[in-house]
């Protein structure tokens, strides 16, 4: 069995901006603050949160959707992975990102949840002040 969870949050930026960020090595480490390695084409590997996250990009949509395999270091190893849909949607007062992650282990949803929010929305909102 397995579970999914859906948070958004908003940021005063384009969603060009966070799309770029989101894919580029640098920024991502900078707008997260854990070592990120990312690449902006399908079918690459990244990694993020100084190694705990690690997958591959499916599907690419500028400015508007990120589609990734997704684990973590905490996953079983014969779990398998998960799918995190990151969403763009220009609002008045910039862009609601809206993560989507489907396929968690059973009994981990709540913990991912958790985080998203932590480890990404809030560092996110200082990063793009």
Do not use: C
Not at 14 to 26: H, N, Q
Not at 44 to 62: C, E, H, M, Q, W
Not at 111 to 120: Q, R, V
């Amino acid at each position: 069995m397995s579970e999914k969870i859906k948070v958004s949050a908003t940021f005063p930026v384009s969603a060009e901006r966070i799309y770029t960020a989101w894919l580029k090595s640098k920024e991502h480490t900078a707008m997260t603050g854990d070592k990120a390695t990312a690449s902006k084409q399908k079918g690459k590997p990244f990694t993020a949160g100084d190694g705990y996250i690690s997958g591959i990009n499916v599907k690419l949509t500028p400015f508007t959707e990120i589609v990734q395999s997704w684990r973590s270091t905490e996953f079983p190893k014969k779990a398998q992975d998960s799918t995190l849909t990151v969403t763009l949607e220009s609002v008045e007062k910039g862009t609601k990102v809206t993560v989507s992650h489907t396929d968690i282990p059973d009994g981990s949803g709540e913990a991912y949840k958790k985080g998203w929010k932590e480890f990404y929305f809030k560092p996110m909102k200082a990063y793009f002040k």
